[in-house]
């Protein structure tokens, strides 16, 4: 399952993000999430045409993509050079898919920051990616000169992974994450990801704000944007404390009014869960049956036979064709008999190339 770990340094609000992901299952049966662990949690991938869908099909159950969650505690200045758990969390990083960087974008006397001094988001964030892009260097630094050596003695591998980890380098050197290197061949490509270095990893920015900006960010929030577009990374606002009270609310209609009365018409947890995918270029295809609706999770740009792989190994191996319906055309026509009937159930073969939210039904060869 796709894996997101929330790193930030203490007090920026991380676990209050984690508790409001965790207390909307405690509430509502359609974002279910379960503890694992103290700072693993398991939450739903919001998806409305579910719901949609299994009021035409009723199935037994719905089963909605998955993500993990877990909350990176105890970074801090110095962590990679081994201050505090430092260096013990930042291996937990690099397990997980996409980094959720909270960043404080509030002023409260009483919550300390971290270092004593005023609210400042961008020295904030620096903290933590400059930690991040150390332990990048000291992993390239572990590898250079032995491949070096190799290189100069006519590896062809090493070679490439030499162009690779000095390209990284020099970025990392000038505190710069190593994900703003781009690769044209795939052999550099498939050399950079064997590194798995911390900063590659895709990141969302959170800006953590109060209540009054829970809509249209603040001052500290924009700064973030601001750099994040630089980077070419994403950044989005939550108020995680305001999330927290709307989780802890009884039922889903109080919810959707406390929500609206802030100007919002979706939960942040929602929207994050929404942008993490698109961060990861992942999408999602749908089985409607008598048994269960589900969501299954996918690339962008995978075809049918790597699909039907996602469901099992056999559907890919014995792959014939698929059978495919639009959403939109489910929902218009209120059956896939009537779907069939109006001659709007694609069969497609083995170059077709999924689109998120198609229905799919798989034939193939046992
Ligand atoms: P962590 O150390 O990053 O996990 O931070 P916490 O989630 O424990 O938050 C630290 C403190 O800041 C807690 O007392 C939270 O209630 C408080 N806090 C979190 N978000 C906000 C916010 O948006 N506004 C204010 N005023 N306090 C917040």
């Not at 005023?118 to 590898?143: C, H, M, R, S, Y």
């Not at 290197?181 to 052999?187: A, D, Q």
């Not at 577009?229 to 989005?236: H, L, Q, V």
């Not at 008999?337 to 198609?358: F, M, N, P, S, T």
Request: hydrophobic share 40%; glycine share 8%.
């Amino acid at each position: 399952a796709l894996k997101c770990g929330i790193v930030g340094l203490p007090n920026v609000g991380k676990s209050t993000l984690f508790n409001c992901l965790s207390s909307a299952k405690a509430q509502s049966a359609n974002f279910p999430f379960c503890t694992i662990e103290p700072n693993l949690g398991v939450i739903s991938v919001p998806d409305e045409r579910l719901n949609k869908l299994a009021e035409i099909v009723h199935p037994g159950r719905i089963v909605p993509a998955t993500c993990e969650i877990v909350d990176i505690a105890g970074l801090v200045k110095g962590a990679s050079k081994g201050e505090g758990l430092g260096n013990k969390f930042l291996g937990n990083i690099r397990e997980c898919d996409a980094i959720i960087h909270v960043i404080r974008c509030f002023d409260d006397d009483n919550i300390v920051r971290e270092g004593g001094m005023a609210v400042d988001p961008v020295a904030d964030k620096e903290i933590i990616d400059t930690e991040l892009q150390l332990k990048d260097l000291e992993t390239i630094d572990a590898q250079l000169a032995k491949q070096q050596k190799a290189a100069a003695a006519g590896n062809k591998d090493a070679k490439l992974m030499v162009t690779v980890l000095e390209a990284y380098k020099e970025v990392l050197e000038q505190g710069r994450n190593a994900r703003e290197v781009t690769f044209e061949s795939k052999e550099e490509q498939q050399a950079a990801h064997d590194l798995f270095l911390l900063t590659t990893k895709p990141v969302l920015y959170v800006c953590n704000v109060d209540e009054t900006s829970a809509k249209s960010g603040n001052e500290y929030s924009r700064k973030v944007e601001e750099i994040a577009a630089r980077e070419g990374a994403e950044a989005m606002t939550i108020a995680a404390k305001t999330e927290e009270d709307i989780a802890s609310l009884e039922t889903y209609e109080d919810k959707q009014m406390f929500l609206e009365e802030l100007g919002l018409t979706e939960s942040g947890v929602n929207r994050l869960i929404k942008k993490a995918y698109a961060l990861l270029n992942l999408e999602t295809f749908i089985t409607a049956g008598e048994m269960e609706v589900k969501a299954w999770t996918y690339h962008k740009g995978w075809k049918a036979p790597q699909c039907a792989g996602v469901i099992h190994t056999d559907f890919e191996k014995g792959f014939i064709r698929a059978e495919v319906i639009k959403y939109a055309d489910y929902i218009q026509y209120g059956s896939e008999a009537a779907v069939r009937e109006a001659g709007k159930l694609g069969i497609e073969g083995k170059e077709y190339v999924v689109q998120d939210g198609d229905i799919m039904h798989f034939r193939f060869n046992v």
